[in-house]
């Protein structure tokens, strides 16, 4: 079993002041300090994106996305500088239901991000989507509530969820990167595209057993934001999967580098709390 006091202790011993702040959150809902929120928050473009570590002053919708998920742990996701950045990434998606990154950012940007790419494309897709998805009854503006998926974005959400759900393969795969599969399942998910999402979660079921710490926590953090039933199958494959992965000193291994196991273990927090 996944020992999650082992890894609240990991946070608590590692983490910075906003690491041990988003625990406190997750853990008992208290707020964070002014303080904390504006060092959450910091480094915001005008225009309401965050910039990437590679992308000098640019707005990325990658970094914007990581952004949220930080904030979301913070309960900040209603505050102004949230509501911005989706306001943004709202704005920001092309005719075709998708999102690319700046076309200035092509020669520095990761693979995953990389503007005219396909695979770059259907990922930032996903992950933006999903973000509207999640966030829309939070960041809803002045007005009547908009209780439909989405909120505020809901009509940016299903044209996000119809381009995704159109590059499924027969079989339930997709041709992009790992991640794509869990963020579109997510928001197929809350749009009651329940066999369209339960196709991507066969395939991700079956890849669990080789997937790294962090992907088997992202992929259950995010299934479990979108209100996927803990006992679901694929969700009890990637509980397996952190249970052998989790190390003696309580937390769990990044891909992106021992300064990114903090987030890595946060988010199996998040799915399991």
Known sequence: MVDIDAAIGFVVAHGDGVERARLSWLRTGVPPSPETLDSAEVGQTLGGGWPASW??????????????????????????????????????????????????LAEVAPEWARPGDPEARLYLTANAAFWLTVAGLDARAAGPLDHRVGGAYAGVVQAAGQALAAHLNPDGSWPSFLATGWLTA???????????????????????????????????????????????????????????????????????????????????IRAFR
Do not use: M, N
């Open 55 to 104: 992308g000098d002053e640019i707005a990325s919708v990658d970094a914007t996305c990581f952004r949220l998920a930080e904030l979301d742990d913070l309960g900040a996701l209603s505050r102004p500088a949230a509501r911005r950045a989706l306001d943004w990434l709202a704005a920001s998606q092309r005719r075709d239901g998708c999102w690319e990154e700046d076309e200035a």
């Open 186 to 268: 997510a928001v197929l998910h809350r749009q009651q595209l329940f066999y369209e999402s339960a196709r991507i979660k066969a395939v991700l079921a079956e890849r669990l057993p080789q997937a790294s710490p962090a992907d088997a926590a992202w992929l259950a953090s995010t299934l479990r934001r979108v209100g996927v039933d803990e006992q679901e199958w694929t969700l009890v494959a990637a509980r397996r999967r952190l249970a052998e992965t989790q190390r003696s000193d309580g937390g769990w291994t990044s891909d992106d580098g021992h300064q990114f196991d903090v987030h890595t273990t946060l988010a199996v």
